[in-house]
């Protein structure tokens, strides 16, 4: 957790817990990538299946940082990032690059298990938004939670564990009685 | 650090919402909202001159929102490394806030549930903590927030991805959700892995506070969204809702069970736990929380007296570091007699808890 960084109690303090993957792939991390160019030596926190790693073991990240050359490739006019760097899990630059790179990142996002199963068969510039949209104001229903205490009720009558479906129906039948008579605030997260 | 460490937050510049909450398992939840300004570059590609307009921009719209009750701003180039810790800490946040950009900045609000960052990475995000598992209220609150915002700048967005981020992982809703539970009873029984495989949860991740959701340090379950696009709020809310009071039931009936079996096993950890926090010398952060959680599950189950459930509660906070370091020592942040103050922390507030 924090024993590395304790030890060094001169210069700047280091975050607490790399936790996951500084790329953008939000998984645990398995790899600490060491890499040395010249007097530079830079170290990198990843998972085993980040798109940087694969780049830096398989070509291209370093030598084109040597050579200063990145090769001949899609290039974001808003911002100056390239596709390269898009495929190799670098954040976007501007609003631009949703319009330039928008398949790469719809590619990028299904092979993260970042989009629902529904858009697999999805065609070239389907609209994949469904949240609100500006100038639309939003009002969540304020009964979802008796909605999903109600399923909870449901699955655990289903598996006839009658003593948890009471302790359920004493939570739903509060909230009802709240929702009735003069409200007071409680504690809502769980029954205690 | 040429800084005088704790000089920010003690005395607090912002109320803690953590402390006095008796919650038994779903501890708390934390919500946030991505957003950034239509037309500019993201944070990470903009010129340090305009990184400050964007700050100037956000800061002068959130000094006029009705909505936020009192803030605080504070520029993390003033900030000093335990101050932003603690932030880290007590917003809990995944990523440690990064490190100076031009303009990066904290508004707080006085109630200590709300957070906003300007030019981290994105141009807003709203930061959102509670801990009476009403998500929608959270929500709203944000919303409330980003919505008056909204009136005064255009954010970025289009008909296909939604809102726009840096990390397209976060466009669409923008809206990360995580809810934090505490399911040592499910951990010990082995109904964990049983309790997380369910066909209608694959829009979420189950993960733990280091990231290995096959070692939830100190029993704590972090649910969060897999998906901010091509869903909506409300899905992403109930969905986590749903999986959370799911989990909670059956955390709450195992509890039970286990309370009526006197099992010697369970029994054993807790007493172990009290153990170590009574009699260590010097102790991690990790090993800390781990023999916390025991101990609170042993307050749960009666089979512990000598100290309340809102003190343990708060235990989950103040054995990490920059909490810890500014509640009894700032002096001692970052240096290695922080785990023999650790140590003494918990020996003195240890001193009269015993099994029933």
């Known amino acids: ?192 | 650090m040429a800084e005088n460490p704790g000089s920010f937050v003690s005395p607090p510049v912002f109320d803690h919402p953590w402390e006095k909450n008796a919650n038994a398992i779903w501890l708390a939840s934390t919500l946030s909202l991505h957003r950034n300004i239509d037309k500019f570059n993201f944070p990470q590609r903009l010129d340090n001159e305009k990184r400050r307009l964007v700050a100037e921009l956000m800061e002068g719209t959130l000094k006029q929102i009705t909505s936020l009750d009192g803030v605080c701003i504070l520029p993390l180039d003033a900030l000093h490394s335990i101050d932003r810790e603690f932030l880290t800490e007590h917003f809990l946040m995944f990523e440690p806030v990064r490190d100076n950009q031009h303009g990066q900045t904290f508004v707080i609000e006085q109630s200590g549930k709300i957070l906003i960052q300007i030019n981290a990475s994105d141009h807003l995000e709203l930061h959102a903590v509670e801990v009476s598992g009403e998500l929608e209220k959270a929500f709203h609150s944000l919303a409330a927030i980003e919505q008056s915002v909204e009136n005064h700048i255009p954010f970025s967005f289009s008909n296909r991805f939604g809102y726009l981020t840096s990390d397209p992982c976060q466009s669409g809703t923008g809206l990360i959700v995580n809810a934090y539970v505490h399911i040592p009873a499910l951990i010990a029984k082995g109904g964990y892995h049983k309790a997380i495989s369910n066909e209608h949860q694959e829009g979420l991740i189950f993960t733990s506070l280091q990231g290995n959701p096959e070692d939830l340090i100190g029993d704590l379950l972090v649910v969060k969204n897999r998906w901010t696009t091509g869903v909506t709020e409300e899905a992403i809310l109930s969905s986590i809702r749903n999986t959370v009071q799911k989990i909670v039931a059956e955390e709450q009936a195992l509890r039970k069970k286990i309370q009526e079996e006197k099992d010697t096993h369970i029994i054993d950890h807790v007493s172990r736990a009290i153990g170590t926090l009574q009699h260590s010398f010097t102790i991690d952060t990790s090993e800390a929380l781990r023999a916390i959680s025991q101990v609170k599950f042993g307050i749960e189950l009666g089979l512990v007296k000598g100290i309340t459930i809102e003190a343990i509660n708060e235990l989950f906070f103040d054995c990490r570091r920059a909490h810890l370091a500014k509640k009894i020592n700032a002096d001692l942040y970052g240096s290695p007699q922080l785990y023999n103050a650790r140590a003494q922390f918990f020996r003195e507030l240890m001193a009269s808890v015993e099994l029933v």
């Open chain 1, 1 to 192: 957790m924090e024993e590395e960084q304790e030890e060094k109690p001169q210069g700047p303090v280091l975050p607490e817990r790399p936790m996951e993957c500084s790329g953008e792939c939000r998984r645990p991390i398995q790899v600490i990538y060491t890499e040395i160019i010249g007097k530079n030596i830079s170290r990198f926190a990843m998972c085993d299946e980040c798109p940087v790693l694969n780049r830096k073991l398989h070509g291209g990240g370093i030598a084109a940082q040597v050579t200063g050359k990145a090769p001949a490739s899609l290039v974001c006019g808003g911002c100056g990032l390239t596709l390269d760097e898009v495929k190799m899990g670098s954040s976007l630059g501007c609003p631009l690059c949703y319009e330039i790179f928008g398949d790469e990142v719809i590619h990028e996002l299904f092979q993260l298990g970042r989009l629902p199963s529904k858009f697999v068969s999805q065609r070239k510039g389907e609209l994949l938004h469904a949240g609100r949209s500006p100038g639309h104001h939003q009002e969540i229903d304020p009964s979802l939670k008796l909605i999903s205490l109600q399923q909870a009720l449901h699955e655990t009558l289903g598996r006839e564990d009658y003593e948890q479906a009471a302790l359920l129906r004493d939570q739903i039948r509060e909230i009802e009685e709240k929702t009735k008579g003069p409200k007071e605030k409680k504690n809502g997260g769980e029954s205690r």
